[in-house]
């Protein structure tokens, strides 16, 4: 789990574009694929890693270094292959192989089912060997005027980071009742999964200001440019 606080909305202040709406870290992790490549360097990638509540406030990230960045980075397609998959289903030819007129194209589509299953359990070896690392430890710490915070008893390392991750994939992808929830967002080209909680299961978009907005104003000039026909 997250050993700092994450932002509590979407519509909170965050650098370099981020977003934190997907309602797990590791589908927010996902997301910095989307519209462009989010993490393109380190002031990127420790913004995501504080956002996400990985860490608590004001920890300093000024050790994370280009090998932070591949690692993350290459979590993330790892975790990504698990969460479309599931959402795609188990990998099958094409039910439409069986009518092509030759039977190397039928084995050519065997073969893709094959090497997509393989990329699968691939993916969660790698997701599972991540999640074996300990996560940060934390510890409480005292303010002057008495409270107590969260804090780390040490520098956060990557691995440690990675762990916290992978480990919040796995308990989403094992755990029926939220693994139910997951959607793709119905807005046109987003990639964005998200978990949807809302009420009746009803949530259509990764965000009702950003595809949600889009799709409204694209019914409304729709309906206009039917009236004026």
């Not at 996400?52 to 300093?60: D, I, K």
């Not at 107590?148 to 520098?155: C, F, G, K, Q």
């Amino acid at each position: 789990m997250a050993l700092g606080t994450a932002p509590e909305t979407a519509t909170d202040t965050v650098p370099h574009e981020l977003r934190f709406d997907a309602g797990r870290i590791c589908l927010d992790l996902l997301s910095t694929t989307h519209p462009e490549e989010r993490l393109d360097s380190l002031p990127p990638l420790r913004a995501w890693i504080a956002g996400a509540g990985l860490v608590p406030p004001g920890t300093g990230l000024a050790h994370a270094d280009l090998a932070w960045l591949a690692a993350f980075r290459e979590l993330r397609g790892h975790i990504g292959h698990l969460v479309h998959g599931h959402l795609e289903g188990p990998p099958r030819p094409d039910p439409r192989a069986h009518d092509l007129p030759h039977a190397h194209d039928l084995s050519h589509a065997r073969d893709l089912a094959r090497d997509l299953s393989h990329a699968r359990d691939l993916a969660l070896a790698r997701v599972n060997e991540a999640a074996r690392a300990a996560p940060p430890a934390p510890r409480a710490v005292r303010r002057a005027d008495g409270t107590l915070v969260r804090a780390l008893a040490a520098p956060p390392q990557c691995a440690a980071l990675l762990a916290a991750v992978a480990r919040d994939a796995l308990e989403l992808l094992t755990d029926p009742v939220a693994r139910a929830a997951l959607r793709r967002c119905a807005g046109d080209n987003c990639p964005i999964v998200y978990l949807d909680t809302s009420r009746g299961r009803r949530r259509r978009w990764c965000s009702s200001e950003v595809c949600g907005n889009r799709e409204r104003v694209a019914r409304h000039r729709r309906r206009a440019a039917l009236a004026r026909t």
